[in-house]
């Protein structure tokens, strides 16, 4: 004959199908943040990355304002999954004495973000009697 402490020492089908379920709910709430702090992990990465290649592509073309012109095309290895294009208004366009001011618009878009940049450009006019 059984006593009310032979039951107590193991786990009833009811409450191990009861834990495995809960252990179940809380593993798949564990993954689907995981992957979403990856995804987002990446896109951060992709941003800077971004950010990076337009400073460096600004800082080109503000190096040497005369060759600017509008443009576009990839960075070099190993950022080729990148692409840039330049381009310029002619709303704030301003040409005074030779000398040209215009701002460009520089954008940069990589496999899951993307990134634009304005550049103000001052242009010299070379004289050709000069």
Not at 43 to 49: G, L
Request: charge should be negative; include cysteine; charged fraction near 25%.
């Amino acid at each position: 004959m059984r006593t009310g402490s032979d039951r107590a020492r193991g786990f009833t089908l009811f409450e191990v199908m009861v834990a495995l379920a809960i252990f179940a709910i809380v593993a798949i709430a564990c993954l689907n943040s995981y992957s979403t702090n990856l995804t987002v992990a990446a896109r951060a990465r992709d941003t800077q990355t971004a950010v990076i290649l337009a400073r460096a592509r600004a800082s080109e073309l503000l190096a040497h304002p005369d060759s600017a012109e509008e443009s576009e095309g990839t960075f070099d290895a190993p950022y080729e999954a990148y692409r840039w294009r330049l381009s310029f208004s002619d709303a704030v366009r301003d040409e005074t004495e030779g000398t040209t001011f215009l701002f460009g618009h520089l954008s940069v878009e990589g496999p899951s973000a993307s990134f634009d940049l304005v550049i103000p450009l001052v242009k010299e006019e070379k004289d050709a009697g000069t």
